[in-house]
């Protein structure tokens, strides 16, 4: 089965850390644009931070300096390591595989992310 599956999430106070997990089967990830999004409650959904398929990544204003996305190709699995989290990073997230007809591997939230995980839910207490 083809699957995206995150897990890491939970409940932090400012200034704290939490490390998301995106467990990929089915497809081998390394080989595609993949992304984290997040959405927050009353908000379209975000770019986070994405990687293409030689291992260029790129983030979003709001999380840059703080966030940093990493794959583990024998895992088969790709990560969101966030620091110094803020009450505004709440929300839940999203990891999401791009497909490689298009090419290209935008940080933006469009139809050619064609792959998406259930989620998870990250809260950050001030």
């Known amino acids: 089965q083809v699957q995206l599956v995150e897990s890491g999430g939970g409940s932090v106070q400012a200034g704290g850390s939490l490390k998301l997990t995106c467990q990929a089967s089915?497809?081998?990830?390394?080989?595609?644009?993949m992304g984290w999004f997040r959405q927050a409650p009353g908000k379209e959904r975000e770019g986070v931070a994405r990687?293409?398929?030689?291992?260029?990544?790129t983030y979003s204003e709001s999380v840059k300096g703080r966030f940093t996305i990493s794959r583990d190709h024998a895992k088969n699995t790709l990560y969101l390591q966030m620091d110094s989290l803020r009450p505004e990073d709440t929300a839940t997230y999203f990891c999401?595989?791009?497909?490689?007809?298009?090419?290209?591997?935008?940080?933006?939230?469009?139809?050619?992310?064609?792959?998406w995980g259930q989620g998870t839910q990250v809260a950050v207490s001030s």
């Open positions: 999401a595989r791009r497909s490689r007809l298009v090419g290209d591997c935008p940080l933006l939230v469009d139809s050619n992310w064609n792959m």
């Open positions: 990687v293409d398929a030689y291992g260029d990544a």
């Open positions: 089915g497809l081998t990830a390394s080989v595609y644009c």
